[in-house]
Nanobody, 116 residues
Framework: QVQLVESGGGLLQPGGSLRLSCEAS????????MNWVRQAPGKGLEWVGG????????RYADSALGRFTISRDNTKNTLYLHMTNLKPEDTAVYYC?????????RGQGTQVTVSP
């Protein structure tokens, strides 16, 4: 079955950097567009950005543009989110998300907390 396992979250100060990973299994990872989404406390899911199947094209939400970079390694079935210049408003649970044959999948998430 489809499994997505996020890791790499943590507690850090404003201005810091962090790299999140998402290991995928149970489907042909290299065939699918992948997304990162996040959920801040008390708020709904927010799309952060996405990357096409071969990693050539990326798109970002305005809140992530210029600070976050999405990449993937199809040989390792792994998706990455490199975040820089983190702000307190980036505090959220971060999920990788895949839409596979009309069904949305995401993992258990990894917590990122940005606090002075």
């Amino acid at each position: 079955q489809v499994q997505l396992v996020e890791s790499g979250g943590g507690l850090l100060q404003p201005g810091g950097s962090l790299r999140l990973s998402c290991e995928a299994s149970g489907f042909t990872f290299s065939h699918f567009y992948m997304n990162w989404v996040r959920q801040a406390p008390g708020k709904g899911l927010e799309w952060v950005g996405g990357i096409n199947s071969d990693g050539e094209y990326t798109r970002y939400a305005d809140s992530a543009l210029g600070r976050f970079t999405i990449s993937r390694d199809n040989t390792k079935n792994t998706l990455y989110l490199h975040m820089t210049n983190l702000k307190p408003e980036d505090t959220a649970v971060y999920y990788c998300k895949a839409d596979i044959w009309g069904k949305a999948y995401r993992g258990q998430g990894t917590q990122v907390t940005v606090s002075p």
